[in-house]
């Protein structure tokens, strides 16, 4: 099975700006993988940020954006808040099945 | 309002069975494929299964398959998730997706003598 890797922590300053990354063991992550971005806080269920690579849904927030940067599938925050501290997960597709990353917990500090 | 309730969670034996309950509401539930995703205490979030809008097509984490069976009834806006050979290591919250969009809060199920 493809294996999906992500930073395991990151750490941002308030107003500042990170990017996560997600790669597959597979090969480049292209637009035809559809990424997905999803952001879960401690006793909360997931909650979609992107989908389709960049597109966002109507309750994300516009500090955050999707892209594909190199060979991996990018979540970038610029202007980090407080309340964006959390873990983030990508998600890519493989003949049907669905493969997580490890997720990424970001602090700001 | 998109609502996703998932139920039938719970403490079951090694090698026990249990079902998981979807119910949807707020929304077409036949127009989209439907997910099951688990998360592990302390752990990340785990692929388990997919289903397609009409039930014909499904897919399954190579960890589950040939123990789990996923089905919805789209008459009555319900998914499932029939476990089977159940392993400590099946102790999650199981939550269900609708088309990798919206969450349900998700539901405990315990794998222990």
């Known amino acids: 099975q493809a294996v999906v890797t992500q930073e395991p922590s990151l750490t941002v300053s308030p107003g500042g700006t990170v990017t996560l990354t997600c790669g597959s063991s597979t090969g480049a992550v292209t637009s035809g993988h559809y990424p997905y971005w999803f952001q879960q806080k401690p006793g909360q269920a997931p909650r979609t940020l992107i989908y389709?690579?960049?597109n966002k849904h109507s309750w994300t927030p516009a500090r955050f954006s999707g892209s594909l940067l190199g060979d991996k599938a990018a979540l970038t925050l610029s202007g980090a808040q407080p309340e964006d501290e959390a873990e983030y997960y990508c998600l890519l597709p493989y003949t049907g099945v669905r493969v997580f990353g490890g997720g990424t917990k970001l602090t700001v500090l | 309002e998109v609502q996703l309730v998932e139920s039938g969670g719970g403490l079951v034996q090694p090698g026990g069975s249990l079902r998981l309950s979807c119910s949807a509401s707020?929304?077409?539930?036949?127009?989209?494929?439907m997910h099951w995703v688990r998360q592990a205490p302390g752990k990340g979030l785990e692929y388990v299964s997919t289903i397609s809008s009409t039930g014909g097509s499904t897919y399954y984490a190579d960890s589950v398959k040939g123990r789990f069976t996923i089905s919805r009834d789209n008459s009555k806006n319900t998914l499932y998730l029939q476990m089977s050979s159940l392993r400590n290591e099946d102790t999650a919250v199981y939550y269900c997706?609708?088309?990798?969009?919206?969450w349900g809060q998700g539901t405990l199920v315990t794998v222990s003598s």
């Open positions: 707020g929304f077409s539930f036949s127009t989209d494929a």
């Open positions: 389709d690579t960049s």
């Open positions: 997706v609708k088309g990798w969009k919206y």
